[in-house]
């Protein structure tokens, strides 16, 4: 049982440079999220898409985008990484539908910008 | 706005005691859903619990119970006989109904609570 699958698990970056972080589910789930984890702030949402081809911004969307390629692949690209990008991220995604609060989220992704 | 704090950022046990983790939560709306998360040393989140603000019954699964209080605003969550493979941290989350059944999991974390369960 794949799940969420997010890769790479870790990436380090210098700053300026880009890159996209790929999340992909085998669970024929409507809904996908990205979000950041940082100490002493839990997970805050970055993008999500609610179905295949929407996205909508969360609450720390700015100097990310998003692409919600198919039904099973959303991914995260950095344009232009900042340090302020440091952080680990998670995919996650669920069924919109007949929602029950279960998020099912990927391992994670550690990313530090140098 | 909505706002979920966990006061206690660490916490450190010895195996076999009860261990209470603290969620004090905000909102305007009357409707709304409290989860609590786990994550284990490997990284992952793990769901936990799921309760909706009609239902204040406490509940208990195992050693797991959870005290849901709309009075203080409080989703608190109990272990009892705490075991090392316990050890994580810990997210309680909110979000509202409308969110719910319209966005799926746009979920509000709080800041989580690092349980250490010592031998």
Redesign the interface.
Known sequence: NAGVTQTPKFQVLKTGQSMTLQCAQDMNH??M?W?RQDP??????IY?S?SEGTT?K?EVPNGYNVSRLNKREFSLRLESAAPSQTS?Y?C?S???DS??????????SRLTVL | AQK?T?AQ?EISVVEKEDVTLDCVYETRDTTY?L?W?KQPP??????LI?RNSFDEQNEISGRYSWNFQKSTSSFNFTITASQVVDSAVY?C?L?NFAL????????I????TELSVKP
């Open positions: 409507n809904s999220y979000y002493g702030m839990g997970l805050r949402l999500y609610a909508d969360g680990v998670f996650a669920d069924f919109r929602y029950t609060g279960e998020l099912f989220f990927g391992e994670g | 979920v966990q950022t859903y989860f998360y490997s990284g992952e989140l793990v769901f799921r997210f989350a979000s719910i059944y319209n966005q799926g999991g746009k979920l974390f709080g800041q989580g």
